[in-house]
């Protein structure tokens, strides 16, 4: 019915009819598929929510003398030295080593600072060598200071992902945040019906060379992402009924807004990242529009106890997205309070600037270059010749 290009033509003029994902879903409720198919053309879904695989490339420029640096600290937290001289990778996640907010600061903390325009403390260690004399160097950097400063995330944007609950007798601090003893909470981390991939459960859409909003700026999907398993069972509506499909994401971090790039800490765990995240879906034909229709009750996701140490964890089987929007769940016949970990204002903020920056002609799309696969298989890993310790 359309092709990128014709819609690309009509952005480009600022013709383009943009709603968010959330318009949509209202509007075939109130003029049905077909129609909605004859007037919208792009569709923007979006997210914000904790998305710990992320992390900074960064490249210092080079000192005088040279250094090789082997050993490096961004207020106190250890970027990944392993490659060029001064080149480095900060992890979302690496925990401060110094400082007094040591252990409960992290790489999001300090790649929120850089993003902010706020200085940041560099101390590096170096490896002396004829064309690399230099030993040790320490300075203060900012966004605008240093050389290449973008994000480059192996994992982002689950499709879809698991509600955890806690069985046992203590409370248990996780990625999800703690988790009451005695099925006292449950948490969730997807935003449901309107993040990005349930709304193109194929990934039809979708795929390497895509044009995103990544932190306030423009970003690209790069590759499948980590742990990506896209074979993961499926509902008829072809939504995943757990963890599923993953994407790679790049984007010049100098052009991000701290708005949409939030470090965090959970309690007892560590540190992470809050991303926001945007993908426009052109409409190219009327099964686009079916498949963005999907609603909340339509989608589920299965509640795992995290009390049970091991890989595969038991489960209280599947609820749906309407269910945990309600604040309540029931499990075994109790009510258990259910709290989610995205924002949910903030995701619909994110499909709305999307939306915006498309409707203004500053925004337009891109065909992928490639598919990402949707055969991968998810492979575990064991320990072989030695006894593992669950305690």
């Not at 700026?217 to 499926?234: C, D, M, N, S």
């Amino acid at each position: 019915m359309r092709t990128i290009a014709e819609i690309n033509d009509k952005i480009t003029r600022q013709q383009a009819v943009v709603w968010t994902v959330e318009e949509l879903k209202a509007k075939v409720a109130e003029i049905g598929t077909t129609q909605a198919a004859k007037e919208v053309d792009v569709i923007t879904t979006g997210t914000f929510e904790p998305m710990e695989s992320s992390g900074a490339i960064i490249n210092l420029g080079h000192t005088d003398p040279p250094i090789k640096i082997r050993s490096c600290w961004l207020n106190g937290v250890l970027a990944y030295s392993g490659f060029g001289a001064v080149d480095l990778y900060l992890g979302a996640t690496q925990v401060a080593e110094e400082g007094e907010e040591s252990g409960e600061r992290g790489g999001g903390h300090v790649i929120e600072d850089l993003i902010a325009g706020k200085p940041v403390q560099l101390r590096a260690v170096g490896q002396a060598t004829d064309c690399y004399p230099r030993a040790s160097f320490e300075t203060t950097i900012t966004r605008d200071t240093i050389n290449q400063f973008y994000l480059f995330n192996p994992r982002n944007i689950y499709q879809n992902f698991i509600v955890g609950v806690n069985g046992g007798d203590r409370t248990l601090y996780t990625y999800l945040g703690p988790l009451h003893p005695r099925l006292g909470n449950a948490v969730y981390s997807n935003p449901g019906a309107i993040s990005p991939l349930l709304n193109d459960p194929d990934l039809q859409l979708v795929g390497i060379g895509t044009k995103i909003f990544l932190g306030g700026a423009i970003g690209y999907v790069t590759w499948e992402g980590t742990q990506h398993f896209p074979l993961q069972k499926r509902l008829p509506n072809r939504t995943p009924i757990g963890p599923a499909a993953t994407l790679a994401l790049i984007g010049d971090a100098k052009q991000m807004n701290s708005q949409w790039v939030r470090g965090c800490y959970f309690k007892n765990y560590g540190p992470s990242l809050m991303l926001g995240v945007g993908i426009p879906l052109p409409v190219l034909n009327e099964e686009v529009i079916v498949r963005c229709a999907v609603q909340n009750k339509d989608i589920v996701a299965p509640v795992v106890d995290f009390s049970i140490p091991r890989r595969v964890r038991p489960t209280f089987g599947l609820v749906t997205y309407a269910q945990l929007k309600t604040g309540k769940i029931t499990i075994e016949g109790k009510s258990i309070r259910v709290a989610p970990l995205a924002s949910f204002y903030l995701s619909r903020q994110v499909a709305l600037e999307l939306k915006q920056w498309i409707e203004s002609g500053e925004f337009t799309l891109t065909e992928p270059v490639a598919k990402i696969p949707m055969e991968r298989a998810f492979l575990p890993q064991d320990v072989w010749g030695s006894q593992v310790r669950t305690d």
